[in-house]
């Protein structure tokens, strides 16, 4: 079996103006097009061929670079696309009550997110992860998840990350990360991201 590019659930237009249609196509079909050819031709005629991205993730201490960053390239964009809509949306109320009690309520949330999200030095991502029942944010470097097993300081199981990579704002924002972080409010699924939360309890 080989990984395959997922189709976007939605246009390229679709979550216009806070993250534009070329970007979007950019981002899609190049950039997380690139991370499946060259995990695909990474894992040519291993064992890994047989597991999926989130068994790879898991155990991805054992692999080679290669696989690590496209790998990681690969789950973290699949993820990504699911976590956006242009369709407004709102926490489901369990989310609501664990977004209060675990992190202080949705203001301060998205405080300590955004702050995750701006001060990543270089490329990587922020994420919003349940890790023993509580919700808790964090980021990682370049293509690096909470599910690696060489992570050590942001772990658990993801329920909605930001892509800090400049590729994934840069033509719109420029160097202006903390708009872009700003923006992607606007276009957060909640109802997928309520569904995570729920299947990861
Ligand atoms: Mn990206």
């Not at 534009?20 to 040519?44: C, F, G, P, Q």
């Not at 790998?71 to 369709?87: E, P």
């Not at 892509?163 to 606007?186: G, K, M, S």
Request: aromatic letters at 12%; one cysteine or more; proline letters at 5%.
């Amino acid at each position: 079996m080989s990984f395959e590019l997922p189709k976007l659930p939605y246009e390229y237009t679709a979550l216009e103006p806070h993250m534009d249609a070329r970007t979007m196509e950019i981002h899609h079909s190049k950039h997380h097009n690139a991370y499946v050819t060259n995990l695909n031709n990474a894992i040519a005629g291993t064992d890994a061929e047989k597991l999926t991205i989130e068994e790879i993730c898991k155990h991805i201490s054992k692999y080679p670079a290669a696989v690590r960053n496209n790998g990681g390239g690969h789950y973290n964009h699949s993820f990504f696309w699911t976590i956006l809509s242009g369709t407004p949306s709102s926490p489901s109320a369990k989310l609501e009550a664990a977004i209060n009690a675990d992190l202080g309520g949705m203001d301060k949330f998205k405080e300590e997110f955004n702050k995750a999200a701006t001060t990543r030095f270089g490329s990587g991502w922020a994420w919003l992860c349940v890790e023993n029942g509580k919700l808790k944010v964090c980021s990682t470097p370049n293509q690096d998840n909470p599910l690696m097993d060489v992570v050590t300081d942001c772990n658990g199981t993801p329920v909605l990350g930001l892509d800090v990579w400049e590729h994934a704002y840069y033509l719109h924002y420029q160097n202006r990360r903390p708009d872009y972080c700003t923006a992607f409010w606007n276009v957060v699924n909640w109802a997928e991201v309520s569904r995570r939360f729920e299947a990861a309890l």
